[in-house]
């Protein structure tokens, strides 16, 4: 992977709104089999509001990609766009698009980093025993995943197919229509009756 160009512009903090400080850092990056994507990082020091995002510069059709995670996939390129659905059955967790969550470019090991983090948070938020047993049961089937034991596989859906899973290994689907409809994508949609 290039990296072609990085560009840093100061812009007024979508957060606090404070001018002059928030940085916003966009990088461009050539993914092979993949195309450009723009990755985007909002910075403020004032408020500590960060974003980032990825947005592919070229368009692609609607997919729905799945790849075995295996001890040989952890270093495979994995793309997620603010607007994609990532989902790891096995583990029964499921990342839906909303106005906090984040595009980033990373690999198959840093989705199961991200993940780790995700439940334990959610082991600080609920301390009854059934959910503290099955919080630190997801976080042990993560840890092998990450030493390269066992299988689970990772589905990553995208309605306006700016994500990707970069291997030769990971099977690419159409994303039926009904599918589709019922697909989170981020973006507050108003029901026209
Ligand atoms: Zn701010």
């Known amino acids: 992977m290039n990296e072609d160009t990085l560009t840093e512009m100061i812009i007024k903090c979508p ?16 993914i092979p089999h993949f195309g450009k994507v723009l990755e985007t990082t909002i910075i403020c020091p004032e408020c500590g509001f960060k974003h980032s995002d990825v947005i592919a510069l070229e368009q692609n059709d609607p997919a729905k990609y799945v790849l075995e995670i295996n001890e040989n996939a952890l270093t495979v390129r994995v793309v997620r766009s603010q607007s994609a659905t990532v989902t790891i059955p096995e583990l029964g967790i499921k990342v839906e698009p909303g106005p906090k969550s984040e595009g980033y470019v990373t690999n198959v090991e840093g989705v199961l980093n991200r993940f780790e983090d995700a439940v334990k948070k959610a082991l600080n938020l609920f301390d009854d025993t059934e959910s503290q047993k099955n919080a630190k049961n997801t976080l042990a089937q993560i840890q092998e995943l990450k030493k390269g034991n066992g299988t689970a ?41």
């Open 15 to 30: 957060a606090c709104s404070v001018e002059g400080k928030a940085k916003s850092i966009m990088k461009e990056l050539e």
């Open 153 to 193: 596989t990772l589905i990553i859906q995208d309605p306006f197919g700016q994500s990707n899973i970069v291997s030769d290994s990971a099977e690419i689907f159409e994303i039926p229509e009904e599918e589709l409809r019922d697909l989170k994508t981020g973006f507050t949609t108003i029901e026209d009756n």
